[in-house]
T-cell receptor, first 114, second 113 residues
């Protein structure tokens, strides 16, 4: 099993630019999560999909952030326009089903906005 | 509102010592309590988990102790090794299907050789 695959692993971009982070969940998993990790705020859940449908996006910080899951094997998190305070590690995670307990994290996308 | 409070924020222990991390929660709907381990540059990975119907669970050198009445649970790392140096997160999940995991703030553990 390849695990949750995220890209890019590292991104440095200038303020105001659009950033797109990508995620391929584990095959067969039907729940997908996007988390943001910072020193100040720890691990924050941004959005949660089940069967490709957004279930809870209450953690999305503001309208500059958007996420899509066009099919069961792909999701994107987009920031437009990006700001320095968006600098963080963004994790994608997946879970086998909505009643399952264990979630599996990818290795993260390290974003720096300068 | 932080639903799962974790302490300490950081911990230094000598090789062979015991690392203890504590978590407390308020929501009585939580019924699954996992611990995740995160190494630098990696994503968190499930280490061990417990349900409130048992008071203790042990896997190798890692033990979870659970106190339902106090709404507290803790992770004990026995015979700590330098390879255990990582950040540890407690978490809690409500019983209802489809609900989301709530993480504690994390504890950075450093095991000195």
């Amino acid at each position: 099993d390849a695990g949750v695959i995220q890209s890019p692993r590292h991104e440095v971009t200038e303020m105001g630019q659009e950033v797109t982070l990508r995620c391929k969940p584990i095959s067969g998993h039907n729940s997908l999560f996007w988390y943001r990790q910072t020193m100040m705020r720890g691990l924050e859940l941004l959005i949660y999909f089940n069967n490709n449908v957004p279930i809870d996006d209450s953690g999305m910080p503001e309208d500059r952030f958007s996420a899509k899951m066009p099919n069961a094997s792909f999701s994107t998190l987009k920031i437009q326009p990006s700001e320095p305070r968006d600098s963080a590690v963004y994790f994608c995670a997946s879970r086998p089903d909505s009643s399952g307990n264990t979630i599996y994290f990818g290795e993260g996308s390290w974003l720096t906005v300068v | 509102q932080q639903q799962v409070k974790q302490s300490p924020q950081s911990l230094i222990v000598q090789k062979g010592g015991i690392s203890i991390i504590n978590c407390a929660y308020e929501n009585t709907a939580f019924d699954y309590f996992p611990w995740y381990q995160q190494f630098p540059g990696k994503g968190p990975a499930l280490l061990i988990a417990i349900r409130p119907d048992v008071s203790e669970k042990k896997e190798g050198r890692f033990t979870i102790s659970f106190n339902k009445s106090a709404k507290q649970f803790s992770l004990h790392i026995m015979d700590s090794q330098p390879g255990d140096s990582a950040t540890y997160f407690c978490a809690a999940l409500p019983k209802a299907a489809g609900n989301k995991l709530t993480f504690g703030g994390g504890t950075r553990v450093l095991v000195k050789p």
